[in-house]
């Protein structure tokens, strides 16, 4: 398949919280066409294997080939650790691909050499390490500090994002010892700005929040336009969202973030 500039982007994640790096992509760039593919059938993904990320990315991946996307962004921090190489290998030259790791990471060298910086993240993306490996690869210094927060994501996906249960939760996490003394805190989860207000004034606002969804969406559109392959044309964009398992609350943070109706198709990875 040739690669075209009017194909979509696609992007993928466990549920809703891609929606936020999704929203950011088509800020910046209007003329692109995006499909978005949430697995809300198997959300959080953060407490399950490698293995079944694997299968789920690839299954996905399958699908936005299937729809011509001539980009596919892993727009899941859990999926970037666990399935980006694998992912790689499977498109081939099929499609470029983007994750939400690595350009957090060259953002981190250009701007927090000799920091403490904090991350927050699911189960999956802590304990894999990458964060860490990456950024000691650079060799500037950064000393990073993790914490896992699992029960964030389930809050959000049920609809809890704005909650005195979830500021209570955030609050437990961001108190523990490991975050003492940081001088900015990478939100490791595209869930995680739906919750940054409550992140924000946990620290008064004293500490840079690291937000990967402008960062990615300009990696985005660094490597379309690299391959020559950004969107001309202002008159052929359009937005299509799968999800594995319809729920309204998908529903309604896609029609709050892009402030239109959508069209929603329900897509299960596969029947079992």
Known sequence: MKINS???????DSGIGGLTVANAVT??????????????AHTPWGDKSTAAIQAYSIRICDMLLQQNCKLILIACNTASSAAYELVKEYLGNRAQLVDVIDPIVAHMREHYADKVIGLIGTKQTISSNIYKKKIDALNVGIQLQSVATPLLVPLIEEGFADSKITEE????????????NIEALILGCTHYPLI???ILNFYQHKITIIDACEIVAHSVQGLLSFHNLLNRDTSSHKKIFYVSDYTATFEEH???FFSEAIHLEQYPLWDT
């Open 27 to 40: 800020r910046l760039l209007p003329n692109e066409s995006i499909v978005y593919f949430g697995d809300t």
């Open 169 to 180: 939760t955030i609050r437990q996490y961001l108190s523990l010892p490991n975050l003492n």
């Open 254 to 256: 896609a029609k709050f």
């Open 6 to 12: 009017h194909n979509p982007i696609g992007i993928f």
């Open 196 to 198: 940054k207000n409550y």
